[in-house]
T-cell receptor
Framework: EAGVTQFPSHSVIEKGQTVTLRCDPISGHDNLYWYRRVMGKEIKFLLHFVKESKQDESGMPNNRFLAERTGGTYSTLKVQPAELEDSGVYFC????????????FGEGSWLTVV | GDSVTQMEGPVTLSEEAFLTINCTYTATGYPSLFWYVQYPGEGLQLLLKATKADDKGSNKGFEATYRKETTSFHLEKGSVQVSDSAVYFCALSNTGGFKTIFGAGTRLFVKA
């Protein structure tokens, strides 16, 4: 069974440009999460989807970040326009419906804004 | 709010040495506690977890005990291997697993 897959694995963009990160969760997982780790600090929660609905987006840093999950399958996280402080690793994760189920993480998308 | 504090790294050990990575937490209620590991070039993997006080999580020779009285969840391994070199993250979930709060991570280097 395929795990959580993320694309691209690495991206280098200039300040002011747009980047879109994609996440394909494990098939059948209703819950999808985005996290990020900036500058070697702690991994921080961004948001949580249940199917196509945003359940909790309290961690989204500002309105330059837009997450979508069309049809409750894959998700995209767009950063527009990107700033230097957005550099870091963006992790996607997924889990099955019930609370307390194991959360499976992808390998992360490494974003560098120059 | 809820938070996790873990010892800063990097931690450098020789093979077969004893490992302890300290982790303390602040949380209301009764959180579940986790250790995740990220090996070079790979994603985050759940290493072990404990869901209530005095529970001991264990996996791959690693252990951690949920200590509510000291709000701690220290990671230990009796004899580390070079293949254990990775970044280790302590984490908690206070909402049944829907939102996980991580520590800053501790990088471990094990020398042959």
């Amino acid at each position: 069974e395929a795990g959580v897959t993320q694309f691209p694995s690495h991206s280098v963009i200039e300040k002011g440009q747009t980047v879109t990160l994609r996440c394909d969760p494990i098939s059948g997982h209703d819950n999808l999460y985005w996290y990020r780790r900036v500058m070697g600090k702690e991994i921080k929660f961004l948001l949580h989807f249940v199917k196509e609905s945003k359940q909790d987006e309290s961690g989204m840093p500002n309105n330059r970040f837009l997450a979508e999950r069309t049809g409750g399958t894959y998700s995209t996280l767009k950063v527009q326009p990107a700033e230097l402080e957005d550099s870091g690793v963006y992790f996607c994760a997924s889990s099955q419906g019930a609370r307390g189920n194991t959360i499976y993480f992808g390998e992360g998308s490494w974003l560098t804004v120059v | 709010g809820d938070s996790v504090t873990q010892m800063e790294g990097p931690v450098t050990l020789s093979e077969e040495a004893f490992l302890t990575i300290n982790c303390t937490y602040t949380a209301t209620g009764y959180p579940s506690l986790f250790w995740y590991v990220q090996y070079p070039g790979e994603g985050l993997q759940l290493l072990l977890k404990a869901t209530k006080a005095d529970d001991k999580g264990s996996n791959k020779g690693f252990e951690a005990t949920y200590r509510k009285e000291t709000t701690s969840f220290h990671l230990e391994k009796g004899s580390v291997q070079v293949s254990d070199s990775a970044v280790y993250f302590c984490a908690l979930s206070n909402t049944g697993g829907f939102k996980t709060i991580f520590g800053a991570g501790t990088r471990l280097f094990v020398k042959a």
